[in-house]
């Protein structure tokens, strides 16, 4: 389902969801109006609200249950928050000039340099569309945790806690804590901070917990599976190529392609990549080329010699890459590719001799056209010999690091679990960047308020210019961030 499609269905489900609710609303107004206001649902357009104030008396226990240590961990919040405060800022100038001011063929030339900046994530575009689910969950856990710091931080502070909902714009969640705001205003600028910074202060903190948790995920797996010793085969669909008597099956413990070996998915993606970029070559046995060999005059086809009957699909061409003058082989034989490659000494090279314990060869090499290529996937028991693109591979076959040590478990809940952690580790440290920074609607204009404001009156500014200084500010950080989405939205469409 491509990203179009999934917006469009979401539409559906809001519209029917609008048509119900009015429905209802005209025809069974007291019984849907008592339903509403028992759960706290709110049907709007494109908008869905859940609101409640069940929560207020179990946050205030909490709250209250060891305020010393809560407010000390705020107090490390404030702390962190103004440090991360320019250094965001510093992080967004430099989004957004090296975004602007980079081309396209810029872009594609760079290599791979490492290079920093801040990533819109949208599902289907910059993320994959079938792990829609864990950007949901993990961006409703992170808003969740950010305000409940709120919460508990205004709970500390006195400041009355009016109550605390979810609201799902067209198919994104988002949490609100709502605080009696004058209230919240009239408080010091250290204890206002608190409150403020508390919601950045949750989400830093649990960022680096799931960082700490998908570092150690390895070990605290191991007792369930094999882990580094290569990947194991989850998936494999209809279309693949791979999918039969002789090509791969789900359960698959693969350990190498060609001569990379494979260690984790991370591997396994790099030999793929590896295939396609460089054609293996084989070291034969004279005796094996000669008793095999039915070659044909050679023709050139589209540039590439042709050796072998074109009607024995089993066969290739394969060309001698020595620098030997004296030739036992001609220069191009005619082999059966499966029998080749299971025959073959070892991989070489022009570079590398052939022989390998104690026997010669001569180091041969396929002569396939555009980006085929032959893979040899070795795993436990026959290994698996696949002419074609690595892109069929890479596109039609899911893996996993994981390695069940008992046939009863599976690799699905390690699988799950890193990336659910991984997502987590993402959206908790970028709702911290996004708050932190001072734009309109965010935590970080109301910060950068309360900082400027505190430094501007001390020394002596008029509050007129104060509320200038600080509107400056967060208007120009609105204004990068909005280039930033522009600059992404022009990317997306063109």
């Known amino acids: ?19 119900f609710d009015s429905f209802f609303k005209s025809c069974m107004h007291h019984p849907y109006r008592a339903f509403l206001d028992g759960t706290g649902f709110t049907v709007k357009f494109l908008r869905l609200e859940w609101y409640t104030t069940a929560l207020n008396r179990t946050l205030v ?40 001011s980079q081309r396209e063929d810029e872009v594609s030339s760079s290599g791979g340099g490492v290079k920093m900046e801040v990533e819109i994530l949208v599902p289907g575009v910059t993320l994959p569309l079938d792990e829609i689910h864990y950007y949901l969950v993990t961006l409703l856990v992170s808003s969740v945790i950010h305000e409940l710091g709120h919460a508990v931080a205004a709970v500390l502070e ?7 909902g979810v609201k799902v714009y067209y198919f994104l969640p988002v949490a609100l804590t709502e605080l009696n705001s004058e209230q919240l205003m009239s408080l010091r600028a250290w204890r206002k901070l608190r409150v403020l910074c508390a919601g950045v202060w949750n989400n830093l903190v649990l960022g680096i917990v799931a960082l700490l948790l998908l570092q150690t995920s390895k070990p605290l797996l191991g007792w369930m599976y094999y882990i580094d010793r290569g990947v194991y085969v989850t ?33 396994w993606y790099s030999c793929l990549l590896e295939a396609l970029k460089h054609q293996p070559a084989y070291c034969l046995g004279s005796e094996f080329i000669h008793r095999h060999d039915e070659s044909t005059p050679v023709e050139t086809v589209d540039g590439i010699p042709r050796c072998c009957d ?11 890459i020595g620098e030997s003058d004296i030739l036992e082989i001609p220069q191009h034989v005619c082999l059966p590719i499966r029998l080749a490659v299971e ?21 041969l090499k396929p002569l396939l056209s555009n980006s085929t290529t032959i893979l040899e996937i070795v795993r436990k028991g026959r290994n698996v010999i ?62 950068a308020g309360v900082v400027l404001g505190h430094q501007l009156t001390r020394l002596g500014v008029k509050a007129q210019r104060r509320d200038l200084v600080i509107l400056l500010v967060t208007v120009f950080c609105t204004f990068l961030q909005i280039g930033l989405i522009t600059r992404f939205l022009i990317k997306m469409l063109f």
């Open 1 to 19: 389902m491509s990203f179009l499609v999934f917006i469009f269905v979401v539409g559906v489900i809001h519209g029917v969801l609008i048509f």
């Open 61 to 100: 226990k909490f709250s209250t249950s060891s305020p010393r240590l809560l407010s000390k961990s705020f107090d490390l919040g404030v702390y962190s928050t103004l440090l991360l405060l320019p250094a965001s800022v510093g992080l967004l100038l430099w989004s957004f000039f090296s975004t602007w």
């Open 158 to 164: 006195d400041v009355p806690l009016l109550g605390f």
């Open 235 to 267: 998936e494999i669909e209809r279309q693949s190529p791979l999918l039969g008597v002789r090509g791969l099956q789900t359960g698959d413990f693969i350990k190498r392609i060609n001569s990379c070996e494979v260690r984790d998915t991370d591997s």
């Open 310 to 320: 074109p009607d024995t699909a089993a066969n290739g061409c394969f060309e001698y």
């Open 343 to 363: 025959s073959s000494i070892k991989y070489c090279s022009m570079d590398t001799k052939c022989s390998h314990n104690s026997l010669e060869g001569f180091c």
């Open 386 to 447: 696949y002419m074609g693109h690595p892109g069929d591979v890479y596109r039609t076959v899911r893996v996993s690091n994981f390695i069940p040590k008992l046939s009863y478990i599976t690799p699905q809940f390690a699988d799950s679990l890193t990336l659910f952690l991984r997502y987590l580790v993402v959206f908790s440290f970028g709702l911290v960047l996004v708050n932190v920074i001072p734009c309109y609607g965010f935590d970080g204009q109301h910060i």
